[in-house]
């Protein structure tokens, strides 16, 4: 493209010096600086490279200084390897997106489309493992109900505390693009391995023993490869989980208006994408699972992996890259050491009675702009602490729900029987349509009334959410008394002690339909519809620029040490209400135990939760827009 210069503000920051170049030019208004840490360079240096150019109009500002900060840092001089594996540059990506700057060809919903369909595939193959674990650890591995309850926790943990590991492996060295093509050759790799695993031992070989408990305990062996193929799944959901939803996000520019309004649609849409994916797989893989053989139940979310990895390369000239290796996340250490330096010169600064400016335009220097963007993200910690006992009550729909559920009277007609993980499915749908209801009528009506953009803010969101579920946990606790009447009653019109024992054609011994336990089910998702797509869009959106990976990752692990902390919870009671020869609140005969009481106890805490989080969130400030406030 031919053009004339009009006028051009050339800013060179050097290490000593501050100088303002004038070029004369014709049609186009260009807002460039040069981006060095030597010597003035000359007018036209040989090697463009450090300069940068930002195309504007009238009806747009100027860069702002914290995105040419960035612009310098992505620009330092790299080294021939870490200009290879510069961050973000994927196969299609020869010159990567500048801050400010977007083209036209790429990204959008057309690029998001792509990655939100790789989200459901990739969804389908993890709750095609996680929905129904438990069944495969008190069935075919032989586990009790607490120790199956506490494994399948601990291994959501994993797989939700990883991916924090994994965002900084993506914004330190391998990009967003590449660790997610990398973490689904590995999901890909465990998944077919946990297939094997399942084929060691045949629940029919079980049957057919001699000792005829219908159960067939696995070798060490066996019940080893079993738990490092799952590990390896939750491993592989590190690089996963943080990089796709990031990656998708960046493909909406949040300076210009529109896609700053899609981007806000995006997360809802994403997640309603999950649910509805999480939805069609529990209701299908746990009923293969249950009637036609684990084998085929692990060997079909393999093969939908195997998709979710096709969709997104098929996706890939049509996503926006950002460049800069080297992100702020690869060196989180050394910022908490430069900041403590930076408070000290400062305070030193003080008490002299004198304030140190960067270069005389009112910059901050280098060292107190890295100080702020840690204490962003340590501002975050309240918050972030007052949600983990969601993480807690998350955990239960596939574990203690799920057994919950197992005991109670599932007959749809004559013939068919739901399986207990397939109930989640209501969960799903709750999700669903709450979403729906959220973003076309909830949303404009707050609007009207706050006048904030989103209806409620953020933390609003969240602290609602964190409502809904102490509800939900206190509806699921009066079942539970409801379902343990009813057993008792059914045992004393048989005479005897009533004990639950599912046969093979999954008749229940309790009379009590399953349609008692839906509510609790509903409840949670229309929590889930608050909290979980309120945190994921709070911690995008608050952390600071260079760590976007890791807000999300902040995210997750609000699951994983909710997942950990269920696991502890239940493993402590387990031993507690045993000791000198107890009844456990979680005996494998659910009408001897008192699941009612562990519900009561995570709604107690998730009282004093909500209003730690009421206490914090009041006197947050946002670091964006103040529409948010």
Known sequence: MSMSVSFVLVKQICSNSNQILDIRSLDIYFYAEFVWNHPPLP??????????????????????????????????????RQAAMASDSGPASSDPLLPGRRAPSTGGWKSALFIIWVEVAERFAYYGISSNLISYLTGPLGQTTAAAAAAVNAWSGAASMLPLLGAAVADSWLGRYRTIVASSVLYITGLGMLTLSSMFSSPQQCRDSADGQGVCPPSSLQTAFFYISLYLVAIAQSGHKPCVQAFGADQFDATDPDESVSRASFFNWWYMGLCTSATVTIALMSYVQDNIGWALGFGVPSLAMLLALAIFLLGTRTYRFYGGGGSASASTFSLVRKAFVAWRIQKRSREAGSVELGHGDGELPQDAVLAEEVKGLARLFPIWATCLLYGVVFAQPPTLFTKQAATLDRRIGQSFQVPPAALQCFLGTSIIACIVLYDRVLVPVARGVSGVASGITMLQRIGTGIALSLVTLVVAALVEM???????????????????????????????????????????????????????????????????????????????????????????????????????????????????????????????ELLAFAYFSTSYVYKAKAGNH
């Open 43 to 80: 007018l036209f240096p040989k090697d463009p490279t450090p300069l940068r150019v930002f195309l504007f109009n009238s009806s747009r500002r100027p860069p702002t200084i914290s995105a040419l900060a960035r612009t310098r840092r992505a620009h330092q001089p790299q080294s021939p």
């Open 482 to 608: 409801k379902r343990l009447r009813v057993a008792r009653d059914a045992a004393t019109a048989s005479g005897g002690l009533l004990v639950v024992v599912v046969d093979g054609s999954g008749t229940s011994a309790v009379p009590m339909s399953l349609w008692w336990i839906v509510p609790q089910y509903v409840l949670l998702g229309a929590a889930e519809v608050f909290i979980m797509v309120g945190m994921q869009e709070f911690f995008y959106d608050q952390v600071p620029g260079a760590l976007k990976s890791l807000g999300l990752a902040l995210y997750l692990s609000v699951l994983g040490v909710g997942s950990f902390i269920s696991s502890f919870l239940i493993t402590v009671i387990d031993g507690v209400t045993t000791r000198n020869g107890g009844t456990s609140w979680f005996a494998d005969d659910l009408n001897r135990g008192h699941l009612d009481y562990f519900y009561l106890l995570l709604a107690a805490l998730t009282a004093l």
